[in-house]
């Protein structure tokens, strides 16, 4: 299992975060199944969110082993 956090941008509106959030989970392997497990409040600075993500992936780039 990955624990993995993002700065949630801006620009990305919660109706897409579920598109977006996959998207960055297959920069690890092909999801399987995942869960966001922490929002933090708004950053006054920069205007985004941390998002803590925990995710079950299969053929990541890792775990893919060349004959």
Do not use: C
């Amino acid at each position: 299992m990955l624990q993995l956090e993002f700065d949630w941008p801006v620009h990305v509106k919660l109706p897409y975060l579920r598109q977006w959030v996959i998207e960055k989970i297959r920069e690890s392997g092909e999801p399987l199944r995942w869960a966001i497990t922490f929002v933090g409040p708004v950053s006054l600075e920069t205007g985004v969110r941390l998002i803590r993500v925990e995710a079950v992936v299969i053929n990541s780039p890792t775990s893919l082993m060349k004959s």
